[in-house]
């Protein structure tokens, strides 16, 4: 089993439409990624999060860290908010370092 | 925002080359710069972390003598993929950590095709 797991693999939404994209860990960590990766390959940060809630226009992450769970919410979503959504946990490694372990991926695909 | 810049983005060299790759923090100071590689439709798998000054931590499975990381300032690293063979093509992306905010700021990635 994945440390992190996502759902769904694949999300399809006509503009406008509310998504909702869910990550799931079994480590302990310390923060919580959230990333988008765009056809070509490159990979912005959305949100790094250790409790509650943040929002950035349209998008909304939240963590519970007591279940383990974060979700990752667009609101309104467009053509261009298609892509690669991933999760990604950071937990120490040793030392003073820490790591990120990532999830497989959501591709959402919004049709106008 | 902090930037990183990761070149080439893609690259096809033949089988027995050797590849690098640099990634450079454009305006901030890299405490850490992490090295992935991302198969097609999966994860990204973190290969080594290297700290400025030092050797590299390698993952598990990940050979160093094969996958060379040098760390020689706190804004350059660099992945050089010795002997490239066929099964070496994937997409590598560096990240960079800032340390004073502890944030991860990630490269556009290098396309490798080995041939």
């Known amino acids: 089993k994945n440390e992190v797991e996502q759902s769904p693999q694949n999300l399809t939404a006509q503009e406008g439409e509310f998504i909702t994209i869910n990550c799931s860990y079994s480590?302990?960590?310390?923060?919580l990624h959230w990333l988008q990766q765009h056809p070509g390959g490159g990979i912005v940060s959305l949100f790094m999060l250790s409790s509650g809630k943040k929002k950035h226009g349209r998008l909304i992450a939240t963590i519970n860290i007591q279940e383990k769970h974060s979700s990752l919410h667009i609101t309104a979503s467009h053509p261009r908010d298609s892509a690669v959504y991933i999760c990604a946990v950071r937990s120490y490694s040793g030392g003073s370092n820490y790591k990120l372990t990532f999830g497989k991926g959501t591709l959402l695909t919004v049709n106008p | 925002g902090a930037v990183v810049s990761q070149h080439p983005s893609w690259v096809i060299c033949k089988s027995g080359t050797s590849v690098k790759i640099e990634c450079r923090s454009l305006d901030f100071q890299a405490t850490t710069m992490f090295w992935y590689r991302q198969f097609p439709k999966q994860s990204l798998m973190l290969m080594a972390t290297?700290?400025?000054?030092?050797?590299?931590?390698?993952e598990q499975g990940v050979e160093k003598d094969k996958f060379l990381i040098n760390h020689a300032s706190l804004t350059l690293s660099t992945l050089t993929v010795t002997s490239a063979h066929p099964e070496d093509s994937s997409f590598y992306i560096c990240s960079a950590r800032q340390g004073a905010k502890n944030i991860q700021y990630f490269g556009a990635g290098t396309r490798l095709s080995v041939l």
């Open positions: 480590v302990g960590i310390s923060a």
């Open positions: 290297s700290n400025e000054g030092s050797k590299a931590t390698y």
